[in-house]
């Protein structure tokens, strides 16, 4: 079911998107193979999300890519080129999905789940008490540490981990750098879903690196 977005108004484009876009209409392949270039991967990241394979991915950006083309002339810039782009991707990532036999019921993907591990918690009066494991604090911990292959490898794999909704987010959000605005309109959530399978996703994501830097304290 289509989401309703609300009062969220994604950016428009700004005018180096404008001469892009004009450039893209007037068919110049060389603007056209510098936006393959600056987007392809993140485009990659976000269909990954859905899909079980790199090479469905793979297949999802390149039916993204001749949909921008044949779009281009109907695309109307009541948002940003990019925002627009990512749109597409995730339009047929998700239906290529289905295709594919995934469950997406996207707003209900990660569910009543708690955001942080309920064994963490005492159990004090029927209810969550006190810490028994609370959060690490990362500010302790060597920048070198924390930016090594190993550990880089472990948030990697963390994030891979997750289920679709909560790592398209966290790819948007974290890794792709969108405002929060731009993706509730990539993904067609509302701000709140968008907060809390962001909120859910990063949870998951230091708990896994918390273990990593357990595992491998010296």
Known sequence: MRLTLGKIRPARQTASEARLLQALRDRDEEAFVELVDRLGPSML??????????????????????????????????????????????????????????????????????????ARFTDEGGGKGAWIAPPRSLDAVPEERLLAREAREAVAAAIASLPPAQRAVIALRDVEGMRAEEACAVLEVSEGNQRVLLHRARSKVRAALEGYLEETAA
């Open 45 to 118: 990241r976000v269909a990954r999300a859905y899909v079980p394979t790199r090479a469905v991915a793979e297949e999802v950006v390149q039916e993204a890519w001749l949909a921008v083309l044949t779009g281009l002339d109907r695309f109307e810039g009541r948002s940003s080129l990019r925002t627009w782009i990512f749109q597409i991707v995730a339009t047929k990532a998700k239906t290529r999905a289905v295709r594919e036999g995934r469950t997406l019921a996207f707003s209900s993907l990660g569910g009543d789940e708690p955001a942080v591990d309920s």
